[in-house]
């Protein structure tokens, strides 16, 4: 068995003091640091938007971050202006080791958001992360990062169904947790043959 860590979206707008700030999002870093050297492969993602993106609740006027909007592709959460490309948000957290050997960038069209790292939001844009785990025989992957209830969750969902043994490290993770969202999320990485440990 080939087995990779998948590291979600440790960046600064997701730790305290940043943009979308997860609660606790910055204690992940020593604990996904301390997994890496165990693992046969290392992949980080990077939330990375460009300005204006439609998932900002800024670029919809009268609506406001937090709030729902429709999408072409379905509904959408809006958010604060986060992760934009190439500032200071987007980068890695700085505690974070990143001498992975892949780094995925998602969420940079204009007009899908993007919380997993295999499809984008309207469910069937591929980011090329499947070509690149079945193409290195990586068959197993364990999930960490941020946050557990959009990005993670998502990941690992569309992981189990690809085919993937997928674990999640929920010590390694931290949740935004807006309107139950944690447990939705939960319930649905269990349903979804995600092993939660
Ligand atoms: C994320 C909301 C918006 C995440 C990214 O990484 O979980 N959440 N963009
Ligand atoms: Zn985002």
Known sequence: MTQALIVIDVQNDFCPG??????????????INAMMPAFDAVILTQDWHPAGHSS???????????GMTEMAYGPQVLWPDHC??????????????TDGDLIIRKGFRPAIDSYSAFFENDR??????EGYLRTRGITALVMTGLATDFCVHYSAVDAAGL????????????????DGS??????????AGVTLN
Not at 84 to 97: E, I, K, M, T, Y
Not at 163 to 178: H, S
Request: hydrophobic content about 45%.
């Open 18 to 31: 940043g943009a979308l700030a997860v609660p606790g999002g910055d204690q992940v870093v020593p604990v």
């Open 56 to 66: 900002f609740a800024s670029s919809h006027p009268g609506k406001d971050p937090f």
């Open 182 to 191: 944690l447990n939705a999320a939960l319930e649905a990485m269990r349903g």
């Open 124 to 129: 069937k844009t591929p980011t090329g992360l």
């Open 84 to 97: 934009v490309q190439g500032s200071d948000g987007a980068a890695f957290h700085p505690g974070l080791r």
């Open 163 to 178: 085919g993937f043994a997928v674990e999640v490290r929920l010590d390694a993770c931290r949740a935004i947790d807006m």
